[in-house]
């Protein structure tokens, strides 16, 4: 008589501390979301504010999002999460909460480009067009930070 072996456990992938951090899918985009967002908090600060509401908004989703990634990164290198499957739910549900955040960021930085615009307004003369292209990088960096943030939270997801 054949014999029926039970079938494989299914486990589910360690989650990663160290320097394996870095090379480790979902985790990996953890860096460029702190670099990038780190590019629009600067450029932001660099301009002169056209839309101090608008532009406050892109200020506090850059850099709350930007201070807990860092401390999200350093809580992994460090092993803090000590493999509880938790952890994959927080940092899901953290990308994910951040990704709509930076998405609604990075539209109103769009909006605070367009404004700021030389030719827009009632003065067109070589510092607003510097301020406008400041702007115009900040809204690029918002947008790539909001699609790093979203890769992060599916991948984490389809894990």
């Given amino acids: 008589m054949a014999s029926v072996s039970a079938p494989a456990a299914s486990t589910q992938p360690a989650l990663p501390s160290g320097p394996v951090v870095f090379k480790t899918v979902p985790y990996a ?3 460029p979301e702190i670099v990038c967002g780190t590019w629009v908090w600067i450029l932001v600060a660099a301009t002169s504010v056209a ?3 608008l532009q406050g ?6 850099i709350s999002s930007w201070l807990i990634s860092l401390l999200l990164l350093l809580s992994y290198l460090i092993g803090f999460h000590k493999n509880s499957e938790n952890w994959k739910v927080l940092d899901s549900l953290y990308h994910g909460a951040t990704a709509i955040l930076y998405m609604s960021a990075a539209v109103l ?3 605070a480009t367009i404004i700021s615009e030389p030719g827009y307004g009632s003065d067109s003369n070589s510092s607003s067009l510097g301020h406008y292209q400041l702007n115009s990088a900040a809204t690029f960096f918002a947008f790539l930070t909001t699609f790093l943030y979203i890769l992060h939270a599916f991948s984490i997801y389809y894990q």
């Fill in 57 to 62: 908004w892109v200020m506090y989703v850059s």
């Fill in 109 to 111: 930085q769009a909006n």
């Fill in 29 to 31: 985009f953890i860096l």
């Fill in 51 to 53: 839309a101090p509401l």
